[in-house]
């Protein structure tokens, strides 16, 4: 059984940073493909970051430049840095975790495992 926790969510006024991270329960970081997700009220969960099979990460166009996908495979940790936050950030986000030969990058199509997800809220 893999489970996943993120942390780091909160509340931030426009421009300001957060920090997301995802614990993983075991040493599967390093062999799966990870990936952060969110999902406002009212609309689909959409892809965030990701890592490409290859290692190549990949970012939706809203994040592009303020957002920074890492993982540390020694601590089994996957983690988002957010910066220069907008309204539009607002959302739950979510980890997850799919067998790289499975996932569909950009996508949450292939993702086995999820985490709860945490609360991000950007004032204006």
């Known amino acids: 059984q893999v489970q996943l926790v993120e942390s780091g969510g909160g509340s931030v006024q426009a421009g300001g940073s957060l920090r997301l991270s995802c614990a993983v329960s075991r040493s599967i970081i390093s062999s799966y493909s990870m990936g952060w997700f969110r999902q406002a009220p009212g609309k689909e969960r959409e892809g965030v970051a990701s890592?490409?099979?290859?290692?190549?990460?990949i970012y939706a166009d809203s994040v592009k430049g303020r957002f920074t996908i890492s993982q540390d495979n020694n601590k089994n940790t996957l983690y988002l840095q957010m910066n220069s936050l907008k309204p539009e950030d607002t959302a739950v986000y979510y980890c997850?975790?799919?067998?790289?030969?499975?996932?569909?990058?950009?996508?949450?199509?292939?993702?086995?495992?999820w985490g709860q997800g945490t609360q991000v809220t950007v004032s204006s």
């Open positions: 997850a975790a799919g067998f790289p030969w499975t996932v569909v990058a950009g996508t949450t199509i292939g993702y086995n495992y």
């Open positions: 890592f490409h099979r290859d290692g190549t990460a």
